[in-house]
């Protein structure tokens, strides 16, 4: 996965009108609390993951399994660090949070969100001009930390969310 999602559906304020919403994303575990979490039942299903991701990685003839398996965890760990939990999750004005795409290519530079918009179908990207934005600070934060994180565990991450998708038969 990536760290964060883009889809569209239904604006929850306004029942006739279709929104781009964007949303955290990008764990390989259920939420946050598998990361985070040091309760024993935790710790052993971050043990398992990790031997999975090498496991995966191993199968899929990439290099350094067991490295990349650790790089992999710690980066979805950063990630889980920033996102919100369930309970924030489910508050309806809290993730409520519409802004103009102006707005939210100001708050995350590094990223080209009219580049990224202009690849929906020609009918529906000029209609465009506002986004929901379910987890803003998380949005912010996880731009901030793309261009901290060396590209080649970037390449590694989404290797993973490959292989994967394919071992689950996508």
């Not at 559906?9 to 939420?31: F, H, K």
């Not at 399994?65 to 790089?71: L, M």
């Not at 998380?138 to 290797?159: C, D, F, N, R």
Request: glycine share 6%.
């Amino acid at each position: 996965g990536l760290p964060s999602s883009v889809n569209v559906g239904g604006d929850q304020r306004n029942s006739e009108q279709y929104a781009v919403q964007i949303s955290q994303s990008g764990l390989g575990m259920p939420d946050r609390d598998y990361y985070l979490r040091n309760d024993e039942k935790f710790a052993a299903t971050r043990k398992a993951y990790t031997t999975y991701i090498s496991r995966l990685f191993a199968l899929g003839n990439q290099p350094d399994p067991e490295g990349a398996a650790v790089r992999i965890s710690s980066l979805e760990t950063t990630i889980a660090k920033l996102q919100w939990d369930r309970a924030r999750n489910r508050d309806r004005n809290a993730t409520y949070n519409k802004m103009g795409v102006t707005a939210l290519q100001t708050s995350t530079p590094s990223f080209d969100w009219q580049a990224y918009l202009s690849e929906m179908p020609a009918n529906a990207r000029d209609k465009v001009k506002d986004v929901i934005v379910r987890q803003p600070d998380y949005i912010k934060a996880i731009h901030a930390v793309i261009g901290q994180v060396p590209l080649a565990t970037w390449e590694e991450y989404l290797s993973f969310g490959l292989i994967c998708a394919y071992a689950h038969g996508v």
